[in-house]
C-alpha cells in the first residue's frame, strides 16, 4: 500500500512540475534547451537521471544476476564514453548553440545529410524509448495491482502528459531532483540487502568465482567487451539526449564539467546496481533475471526500504528527456525540413503533437518487446554504427578531408550493416557495422574528392 501512495504521489507531482513549468517553456529555445540557462548542478543532474532510467536499473540488475560483476560493464563503459566527450567534445558542441545533434550535423554537413541521420536517429531512440517504458511495466508489476501492461499505459500518459506541458525546463528541474532519489534508494536497497546476506564476505562466499571475475568472465569476454565500449560507449560521446543536455547549459564550461562529474557519479551506481542484481540471484535464484529487481523490492526488502527503493526507481524511469529529445529531432529536423514555412510557434506547436505521437508509438514497440537489454542493444547498435563516426569525424572535417557523400555512405551502410545484423541475430556483423560505417566514410570521401578535384582542373582548362 505504501508503494501505491508513492506511485500516485509521485505521478501528480510530475503533472503539478509540468503545469508549473508550462509558462517557462513558451518559445523554441526555452521549450528546447530551457534558455540554455542550466548550471552545472541541473546538467550534470539531468545528465544522470537520462542515463541511469529504468532500463539501466532492470537491464543492470539483471546482467548482474545472470553474469556477475561484469555487469557493470553496461554503465561504466558510459564514464568511459562521457570521459571522453568532456576532455575533447563537451565544448565544441556548446559553443554551437543549437538545439539537436542533426543541426551540428547539419553544420558539418549540409542538411541533405543531417535529415538522414535525423531519420535514423528517431528510428533508434524509438527503441530506446520502448526499453524505458518496458522497465516501468516490470517495476510496477510488484505492487501486484493490475498487469505491466496497465502499468505500461499509465506511465506513457504520465510521461507524455508531463513532457508536453513543461518541455526542457521541467526536464532540468525533475531530473536533478530524480538523480537525488536514485542515489539515496540504491544504496539503502543495496545496505539492506547486504545485511541480510551477512555483508560483502556473505555476499562473495555465496556466489560462485566466476560470477566475481572482473573485467571479464566466462560469459562476458573480449568480444562483447569491446562490444561494449564500441556500440554503447560511443553514444556516450556522440548521443542526441547528451548533446540536448549540453546545449542546455549556461556556458561551455558548465557543459564539459558537468559531463565530467556526471562520468565520475555514475561508477559507484553501476557497481551498486550490479551487486543488487548478484545478491538476488543467491536469495531468489528461481526468478527471470530481468525481474531481479522488482523482485528484491516485492520478497526482500523491508516496507520502509522497499519503498524507498520503490520511489528511486520510479523517479529513474520517470525521466522525460529521451521522449523529448527524440521529438525535438522530429519536430525541427525532420518536419521543418519539410515545410519549411513553419514558425517558431508552429514548430513548439508542432513539437507538442509530435511527443503524443512518439509516446504512442514507443508504447506500441514496448508491448511487443521481450526485454530490456535486447530492446537498448537493438536501438544502440543502428545508431552508433550509422552515426557516430560521421559527426566524430565532422568536427575534425577540413583536416580528414571528409566530405557530404562519405558522410550519407556512412549513415546508410554502417546503419544498415547494423540493422541487418540484429534483424537476422548475425554475432560478428554489428561490430562490422561500425568498421563498414568507417571505410565508407573515408574510402567515398577519398573518391569524392578526387571526383570534384578533377571537375574542378577542367573548369580551368587544366
Not at 539492506?192 to 560483502?200: A, E, T, Y
Request: glycine share 12%; hydrophobic share 55%.
Amino acid at each position: 500500500m505504501l508503494g501505491l501512495v508513492i506511485v500516485v504521489v509521485y505521478f501528480l507531482a510530475m503533472i503539478a512540475i509540468g503545469v508549473w513549468s508550462r509558462k517557462k517553456a513558451r518559445g523554441a529555445a526555452n521549450f528546447f534547451v530551457a534558455g540554455r540557462s542550466g548550471s552545472s548542478l541541473f546538467i550534470t543532474g539531468s545528465l544522470l537521471a537520462t542515463i541511469i532510467g529504468g532500463s539501466a536499473t532492470v537491464g543492470m540488475a539483471g546482467l548482474g544476476f545472470s553474469r556477475g560483476l561484469t555487469g557493470a560493464w553496461w554503465l561504466l563503459v558510459g564514464s568511459i564514453g562521457l570521459i571522453v566527450l568532456g576532455l575533447f567534445f563537451a565544448e565544441k558542441v556548446r559553443k554551437f548553440g543549437l538545439y539537436t545533434l542533426p543541426q551540428l550535423i547539419g553544420k558539418q554537413y549540409g542538411n541533405n545529410i543531417a535529415l538522414a541521420a535525423s531519420i535514423l536517429i528517431v528510428i533508434a531512440w524509438l527503441g530506446v524509448l520502448a526499453g524505458q517504458i518496458v522497465a516501468a511495466g516490470q517495476i510496477m508489476s510488484v505492487l501486484q495491482i493490475g498487469t505491466p501492461t496497465l502499468w505500461m499505459v499509465l506511465f506513457s500518459a504520465v510521461l507524455v502528459t508531463y513532457t508536453l506541458l513543461g518541455g526542457q525546463y521541467a526536464v532540468l528541474w525533475t531530473d536533478t531532483l530524480q538523480t537525488g532519489m536514485i542515489f539515496a534508494g540504491i544504496f539503502v536497497g543495496l545496505a539492506q540487502l547486504l545485511s541480510r546476506l551477512g555483508g560483502f564476505e556473505g555476499l562473495i562466499n555465496s556466489l560462485p568465482p566466476d560470477k566475481l571475475s572482473f573485467p571479464l568472465s566466462s560469459t562476458f569476454g573480449g568480444y562483447e567487451l569491446a562490444s561494449y565500449l564500441l556500440l554503447i560507449g560511443l553514444t556516450y560521446v556522440v548521443g542526441p539526449d547528451m548533446y540536448s543536455r549540453l546545449f542546455s547549459a549556461r556556458d561551455a564550461k558548465t557543459a564539459r564539467n558537468s559531463v565530467f562529474w556526471a562520468a565520475l557519479l555514475i561508477i559507484p551506481l553501476a557497481f551498486a546496481i550490479t551487486l543488487m542484481g548478484m545478491g538476488a540471484s543467491i536469495l531468489l535464484p528461481g526468478i527471470s533475471p530481468e525481474q531481479a529487481f522488482p523482485a528484491l523490492i516485492q520478497e526482500v526488502l523491508s516496507p520502509v526500504a522497499g519503498a524507498i527503493v520503490l520511489a528511486a526507481v520510479v523517479s529513474a524511469i520517470m525521466s522525460p528527456a529521451l521522449l523529448l529529445t527524440t521529438s525535438t529531432i522530429l519536430s525541427n529536423d525532420i518536419i521543418k525540413k519539410l515545410r519549411p514555412s513553419l514558425n517558431e510557434k508552429q514548430v513548439v506547436l508542432t513539437s507538442r503533437w509530435v511527443i503524443v505521437a512518439m509516446g504512442i508509438l514507443s508504447l506500441l514497440l514496448a508491448l511487443t518487446l521481450k526485454g530490456v537489454i535486447s530492446a537498448l542493444l537493438f536501438a544502440y547498435t543502428v545508431y552508433t554504427c550509422g552515426v557516430i563516426l560521421p559527426v566524430l569525424a565532422g568536427f575534425y572535417r577540413h583536416k580528414l578531408k571528409v566530405t557530404p557523400m562519405g558522410a550519407l555512405a556512412a549513415i546508410i551502410g554502417g546503419g544498415g550493416m547494423a540493422l541487418i545484423s540484429k534483424l537476422f541475430g548475425i554475432k560478428y556483423l554489428d561490430l562490422g557495422g561500425l568498421l563498414a560505417s568507417g571505410v565508407l566514410l573515408f574510402a567515398v570521401s577519398f573518391i569524392d574528392n578526387r571526383v570534384r578535384g578533377k571537375s574542378l582542373d577542367r573548369s580551368r582548362g587544366i
